[in-house]
C-alpha cells in the first residue's frame, strides 16, 4: 500500500490502488538528473535560421494593430448605423 502513502493527484484520484500504485511508479524521477535532461533538450531545440524573416519593431506592430482596429470598428459601426437608418425608413411602410 505505497500508493496511499503519497498525496493523491487528481488524475488517478478515480482508479484503482493498483494501477495507481503502477502509474506512480512509471513517472521519471525529479531531481537532478530530470534537470539536466531538461536544459538539454532546450538546447537541442532549433533556432530560427539566419535568413528567417524578422519581426516588425513592437511600436509599428502596436500602430498597425490600432489602425485595424480603428477601421474594423468603424465598418461595423457604419453597417450598424446602415441598418438603424434603414429601419427607420421602413418603420412608416411597415406600420401603415
Request: glycine content about 6%.
Amino acid at each position: 500500500m505505497e500508493a496511499l502513502r503519497e498525496p493523491i493527484s487528481p488524475e488517478l484520484i478515480l482508479v484503482t490502488p493498483e494501477l495507481r500504485s503502477l502509474a506512480i511508479r512509471q513517472l521519471p524521477a525529479i531531481g537532478a538528473a530530470s534537470a539536466s535532461a531538461a536544459s538539454e533538450a532546450l538546447s537541442t531545440m532549433r533556432t530560427p535560421s539566419a535568413n528567417a524573416k524578422a519581426s516588425w519593431p513592437m511600436p509599428a506592430q502596436l500602430a498597425l494593430y490600432a489602425g485595424w482596429q480603428a477601421l474594423t470598428g468603424a465598418v461595423f459601426g457604419l453597417a450598424a448605423f446602415a441598418v438603424f437608418l434603414a429601419l427607420l425608413l421602413l418603420k412608416p411602410l411597415i406600420s401603415g
